[in-house]
């Protein structure tokens, strides 16, 4: 299964994809001119990935910051991501957020009661 490395930049995060180890890492800030352009290749992956997927998937979603548009993307990854909670293989969440923003804290509450997966919350001290 192929990988995907995109490295962040002040405006969009770092993008990372396995399908081996069953890792995708999503992280920094993500404020894009255009969150579908960018996020679309992860789309397309997740697509073949949860056909046959790893015997664990884990995704870590470590914003420090992400624009509405962005948000959707992210609501849309999550959404891909219950079939693989709904199978016979394990799937983890793991959603970080630093200690004193309880914004972020608030974001992972609400997808997890839109998609009815379970995120590991893990604050970050500053």
Partial sequence: MEKILNEGSPKTPTIKV???????EISGRSNPENSSELYQ???SWLEDYVANPAPKTTLNINLEHF?????KC???ILKRCKRLDEGEKEFFVNWY???DDD?????A????GM?????EKIPIPE
């Fill in 18 to 24: 396995n399908g081996e180890s069953g890792v995708i």
């Fill in 109 to 112: 509450e609400i997808y997890e």
């Fill in 74 to 76: 992210i609501l849309d």
């Fill in 115 to 119: 998609t009815g997966l379970k995120f």
């Fill in 41 to 43: 290749p992860i789309m």
């Fill in 103 to 107: 914004e972020m804290l608030e974001t």
């Fill in 67 to 71: 624009n509405t548009s962005s948000s």
């Fill in 97 to 99: 957020y630093e200690d």
